[in-house]
Nanobody, 115 residues
Framework: QVQLVESGGGLVQAGGSLRLSCAAS????????EGWYRQAPGKQRELVAE???????KYADSVKGRFTISRDIANDTLYLQMNGLKAEDTAVYYC?????????WGQGTQVTVSE
């Protein structure tokens, strides 16, 4: 089992930056893939970025070149650096971890981008 706690969300103007953090605890050594998802009002949850155990990253087309996923293995923390934020990035952002096909989720953190 893994517990995930996100932080770092907030209100920012368009063009600004935020860094989200996700602190993991529990059987973190068993995590296969970690990622960030987001869900805007009235929309389905979507993948933003993910990173594998080998450090291979993948990004949604809408955030490529603006967002960067990274992790601090020693401290079991996952990050999402978000630059050049746009109004359409407004959503609740969730941290996700996959262990042997089982998905674990954090509680989410709100990111609001004003025009």
């Amino acid at each position: 089992q893994v517990q995930l706690v996100e932080s770092g969300g907030g209100l920012v103007q368009a063009g600004g930056s935020l860094r989200l953090s996700c602190a993991a605890s529990g059987t973190t050594f068993a995590i296969n893939v970690e990622g960030w998802y987001r869900q805007a009002p009235g929309k389905q949850r979507e993948l933003v970025a993910e990173i594998t155990g080998r450090g291979i990253t993948k990004y949604a087309d809408s955030v490529k070149g603006r967002f960067t996923i990274s992790r601090d293995i020693a401290n079991d923390t996952l990050y999402l650096q978000m630059n050049g934020l746009k109004a359409e990035d407004t959503a609740v952002y969730y941290c996700n971890a996959l262990i042997m096909g089982n998905a674990y989720w954090g509680q989410g953190t709100q990111v609001t981008v004003s025009e």
